[in-house]
């Protein structure tokens, strides 16, 4: 069975995280990997990101300064392990639940 790697650059997302991530870690497809990387959030999102973490061994959780969500995916592209990547914008949780 393929690895399927999922990268998501966060910033300032606790409102969101956790949708983003029971939608990631949800999938019927077990290989996977979610690659997180908080991009200097100055909010709790990496603070709730270690939290997950530390409950589930397929998330990996990346920081640094504040760069912006292509420097943050890059980051995450380098850390890959997957056959297959999709990338997943925290973004997208904040439109589908406003």
């Known amino acids: 069975m393929p690895k399927i790697s999922v990268v998501?650059?966060?910033y300032n997302a606790s409102e969101y995280i956790f949708d983003c991530a029971g939608s990631v870690l949800s999938q019927t497809h077990n290989n996977i990997e979610w690659l997180v990387v908080d991009?200097?959030?100055?909010d709790n999102t990496l603070h709730l990101l270690r939290n997950?973490?530390?409950k589930d061994k397929r998330i990996k959780i990346f920081t640094q300064e504040n760069q912006g969500p292509a420097a943050a995916r890059n980051k995450a592209f380098e850390e890959i392990k997957g056959d297959f990547f999709h990338s997943l914008m925290q973004m997208m949780f904040g439109i589908l639940t406003s």
């Open 52 to 54: 997950l973490e530390k």
């Open 8 to 10: 998501t650059p966060a």
């Open 39 to 42: 991009d200097g959030s100055t």
